[in-house]
């Protein structure tokens, strides 16, 4: 691997930098909405599969009400 002084190094990060496409304001804000929704979705999903678990259990057991 041939190596690079440090000047030529920052000239080539500073150029595959300005070619990332950073996304808007707006697009952050939504896609941080849409995060927040299906974290709240999974955790919704994955109460009501261990209540139902659970009472399967208890009721197998014979310690279900």
Do not use: C, H, Y
Not at 56 to 61: D, H, N, P, R, S
């Amino acid at each position: 691997m041939a190596k690079t002084n440090p000047i030529q190094f920052l000239q080539q990060v500073r150029s595959e930098v300005s070619k990332v496409t950073w996304p808007t304001r707006r697009e952050t804000m939504i896609t941080t909405v849409m995060v927040f929704i299906m974290v709240a979705l999974t955790a919704v999903f994955f109460l009501v599969v261990d209540q139902l678990l659970s009472m399967g259990i208890g009721f197998v057991l014979g310690i279900g009400r």
